[in-house]
């Protein structure tokens, strides 16, 4: 199994980044694919998550309305459209997998892209 994330870099404040999640090894189109960011000496937080039909989205109130979270069953990848970048959106950014049966266990883990917004 493997999440391999990328996408990530160094953009200026109010710019734009897109963030791209490869799985492989299993069933991509059963599983929840969500995002996770995790700021320097901060705990790991919830971004975004969509359902295998992408019906369904969820969003972290600090990203609703700047971030898009959207998938491509036919390419197993899971994307992150990052709009209207602050600083305070720093991070490694992960994916991760849950399958829909048990939504809230994190089955699979990617290892992170840096996302770095200069102010």
């Known amino acids: 199994v493997q999440l391999q994330a990328s996408g990530g870099g160094l953009v200026q404040a109010g710019g734009s980044l897109r963030l791209s999640c490869a799985a492989s090894?299993?069933?991509?189109?059963?599983?929840?694919m969500s995002w996770f960011r995790r700021a320097s000496g901060k705990e790991r937080e919830f971004v975004a998550s969509?359902?295998?039909?992408?019906?369904?989205?969820y969003y972290a109130d600090s990203v609703k309305g700047r971030f898009t979270i959207s998938r491509d069953n036919a390419k197993n990848t899971v994307y992150l459209q990052m709009n209207s970048l602050k600083s305070e959106d720093t991070a490694v950014y992960s994916c991760?997998?849950?399958?829909?049966?048990?939504?809230?266990?994190?089955?699979?883990w990617g290892q992170g892209t840096q996302v770095t917004v200069s102010s």
């Open positions: 969509i359902r295998w039909s992408a019906s369904s989205t």
């Open positions: 991760a997998a849950a399958p829909h049966s048990r939504p809230n266990e994190y089955s699979y």
């Open positions: 090894g299993f069933t991509f189109s059963t599983y929840i």
